[in-house]
């Protein structure tokens, strides 16, 4: 795969980029539109003049138009000539405009060329004078003034009035290269601009993350030490913290990881070593072949199994293979039978279990995923029920739901910790009544289950006075059991 170019050079190679296109810019509007803008700007300039003058013609107030053909003239920087057909002025204007130096075949030219276009003519030329007019011999592209004249032919109550408007364009030559000097010195500017910018965007914003990202490289040990000069700016404050919080979390999940296998391997060490105590004290002295020593043996396999049950099924969970099996089943029968099943294995243990359950709850969901919470929540109650060794066991409607409850009467959890309750490998350091699930996984494994359901759960508990596991599904009404 190609090699990223680096931020820095990003940067650089934008802000070249943008001086370069600001350059051509400046360069194609002073030297290429300048040009014809000025003149579009002048045609302009004479067409306004001209329709003040006729405005002021038609009204027929010979004062009002003289006002405005003086007006007209020195605002625009222009010079106007009304005639009647005959050839004789209705107005004296400025006699030194080339207008007043056309002779009559010269008017009677632009007349023409105004009533074939439609009563309204412009002409233009290049030289002294205007087309076909005293001094505009000069050629194209000598150098000379260039012009403008209007010509537009007006009914008023007195007759036909022609009338002229003749502005001159001003040479742009020296200006267009008085401008290329200064695009030379823009130019300079800019790029020394640019050079000043990229340096303090570098120092300001890529320095920093690449300094983060210098940090971010131990991530994988968990370290990552933050550097308060790559705090310039809020987006890189909040990646330190980000990737600080991460760190703490990778720490978090390497202490747990090494718990895991702590815990896993002292849970699986106790019942390997008891079932092979019991089978070599059988095989070696016939006399112990009892059928307490064969419970003992059954029930430490079963205990194997569940922690290699609850290893595969997160392994499952976490890589999203396992696919729920909705189903109608009667929730109060999934209680009644497992309640049933705990009270049979604890009951040497002076377990005291009681249950009280609603008749006739149907829910919709996998029975054997909500099976394996309730065995998780009930394991967990005889873990943590302490001294008192009594665990109660809700299930009732709540509005639409059906909400299932574990209770134990242990110590409880400490409120700043009943959140990690959930987290895998977590186990509160206390001292269990009976090692049954130890790997710190069921609860995790009931949550991912309980997502995947879209069902609500939670635990409710204080210090000394026990802790009340809990989760809720959808009622289905009886009727639409299938």
Same mark, same amino acid.
């Given at each position: 795969?190609?090699?990223?170019?680096?931020?820095?050079?990003?940067?650089?190679? @934008?802000?070249?980029?943008?001086?370069?296109?600001?350059?051509?810019?400046?360069?194609?509007?002073?030297?290429?539109?300048?040009?014809?803008?000025?003149?579009?700007?002048?045609?302009?300039?004479?067409?306004?003049?001209?329709?003040?003058?006729?405005?002021? &013609?038609?009204?027929?107030?010979?004062?009002? &138009?003289?006002?405005?053909?003086?007006?007209?003239?020195?605002?625009?920087?222009?010079?106007?000539?009304?005639?009647?057909?005959?050839?004789?002025?209705?107005?004296?204007?400025?006699?030194?405009?080339?207008?007043?130096?056309?002779?009559?075949?010269?008017?009677?030219?632009?007349?023409?060329?105004?009533?074939?276009?439609?009563?309204?003519?412009?002409?233009?030329?290049?030289?002294?004078?205007?087309?076909?007019?005293?001094?505009?011999?000069?050629?194209?592209?000598?150098?000379?003034?260039?012009?403008?004249?209007?010509?537009?032919?007006?009914? %008023?109550?007195?007759?036909?009035? #022609?009338?002229?408007?003749?502005?001159?364009?001003?040479?742009?030559?020296?200006? #267009?290269? %008085?401008?290329?000097?200064?695009?030379?010195?823009?130019?300079?500017?800019?790029?020394?601009?640019?050079?000043?910018?990229?340096?303090?965007?570098?120092?300001?914003?890529?320095?920093?993350?690449?300094?983060?990202?210098?940090?971010?490289?131990?991530?994988?040990?968990?370290?990552?030490? %933050?550097?308060?000069?790559?705090?310039?700016?809020?987006?890189?404050?909040?990646?330190?913290?980000?990737?600080?919080?991460?760190?703490?979390?990778?720490?978090?999940?390497?202490?747990?990881?090494?718990?895991?296998?702590?815990?896993?391997?002292?849970?699986?060490? %106790?019942?390997?070593?008891?079932?092979?105590?019991?089978?070599?004290?059988?095989?070696?002295?016939?006399?112990?072949?009892?059928?307490?020593?064969?419970?003992?043996? #059954?029930?430490?396999?079963?205990?194997?199994?569940?922690?290699?049950?609850?290893?595969?099924? !997160?392994?499952? !969970?976490?890589?999203?293979?396992?696919?729920?099996?909705?189903?109608?089943?009667?929730?109060?029968?999934?209680?009644?039978?497992?309640?049933?099943? @705990?009270?049979?294995?604890?009951?040497?243990?002076?377990?005291?279990?009681?249950?009280?359950?609603?008749?006739?709850?149907?829910?919709?969901?996998?029975?054997?995923?909500?099976?394996?919470?309730?065995?998780?929540?009930?394991?967990?109650?005889?873990?943590?029920?302490?001294?008192?060794?009594?665990?109660?066991?809700?299930?009732?409607?709540?509005?639409?739901?059906?909400?299932?409850?574990?209770?134990?009467?242990?110590? /409880?959890?400490?409120?700043?910790?009943?959140?990690?309750?959930?987290?895998? @490998? @977590?186990?509160?350091?206390?001292?269990?009544?009976?090692?049954?699930?130890?790997?710190?996984?069921?609860?995790?494994?009931?949550?991912?289950?309980?997502?995947?359901?879209?069902?609500?759960?939670?635990?409710?508990?204080?210090?000394?006075? /026990?802790?009340?596991?809990?989760?809720?599904?959808?009622?289905?009404?009886?009727?639409?059991?299938?």
């Amino acid at each position: 795969m190609k090699k990223k170019s680096s931020l820095k050079w990003k940067i650089a190679r @934008y802000l070249l980029s943008f001086a370069i296109g600001l350059i051509l810019l400046l360069t194609i509007f002073q030297n290429i539109l300048l040009e014809p803008m000025y003149e579009r700007y002048k045609r302009d300039t004479v067409r306004k003049a001209g329709n003040e003058v006729v405005e002021a &013609l038609t009204s027929g107030n010979q004062e009002d &138009l003289t006002n405005t053909i003086w007006t007209v003239s020195a605002a625009n920087d222009t010079c106007v000539r009304i005639i009647d057909t005959s050839g004789v002025d209705q107005v004296t204007g400025n006699m030194g405009c080339v207008l007043y130096r056309m002779n009559t075949r010269e008017i009677l030219e632009q007349y023409s060329l105004a009533r074939d276009n439609g009563n309204e003519y412009f002409s233009s030329s290049e030289g002294i004078g205007i087309p076909g007019g005293p001094g505009g011999q000069g050629k194209p592209g000598d150098g000379g003034m260039k012009n403008i004249t209007l010509t537009r032919i007006v009914d %008023t109550n007195d007759g036909t009035a #022609i009338v002229m408007v003749y502005a001159g364009l001003s040479p742009v030559n020296a200006t #267009i290269a %008085t401008l290329r000097l200064q695009i030379v010195y823009i130019a300079v500017i800019v790029f020394l601009s640019m050079i000043l910018l990229t340096w303090i965007m570098n120092r300001r914003i890529a320095t920093p993350l690449v300094k983060i990202n210098e940090a971010a490289k131990e991530l994988p040990k968990g370290v990552y030490q %933050t550097d308060s000069k790559t705090n310039q700016y809020r987006e890189a404050q909040e990646l330190n913290e980000t990737l600080s919080a991460a760190a703490e979390d990778i720490q978090k999940a390497d202490r747990a990881k090494r718990d895991l296998i702590a815990n896993v391997s002292h849970d699986l060490r %106790t019942p390997l070593t008891m079932i092979k105590g019991y089978g070599e004290m059988m095989r070696d002295l016939p006399g112990e072949k009892t059928d307490e020593n064969l419970e003992v043996i #059954i029930r430490e396999s079963e205990r194997l199994k569940y922690l290699v049950d609850d290893l595969l099924d !997160l392994s499952k !969970l976490e890589e999203d293979m396992i696919e729920l099996h909705r189903t109608d089943f009667l929730m109060s029968d999934l209680v009644a039978r497992n309640v049933n099943k @705990y009270r049979s294995y604890h009951k040497q243990d002076a377990f005291e279990i009681r249950s009280d359950c609603e008749e006739g709850l149907v829910v919709n969901a996998d029975e054997s995923r909500i099976e394996q919470v309730f065995n998780n929540f009930m394991s967990n109650a005889v873990n943590y029920s302490g001294s008192s060794r009594v665990i109660e066991v809700r299930c009732f409607r709540k509005d639409d739901m059906v909400r299932t409850e574990v209770q134990d009467f242990g110590e /409880g959890i400490e409120s700043d910790k009943i959140d990690d309750i959930w987290d895998r @490998y @977590y186990k509160i350091d206390r001292t269990h009544v009976r090692q049954y699930d130890s790997s710190g996984l069921g609860l995790n494994i009931c949550r991912k289950i309980l997502d995947l359901h879209q069902a609500p759960y939670g635990v409710v508990s204080k210090l000394n006075e /026990g802790s009340t596991f809990w989760f809720e599904l959808p009622a289905i009404e009886p009727e639409s059991k299938s």
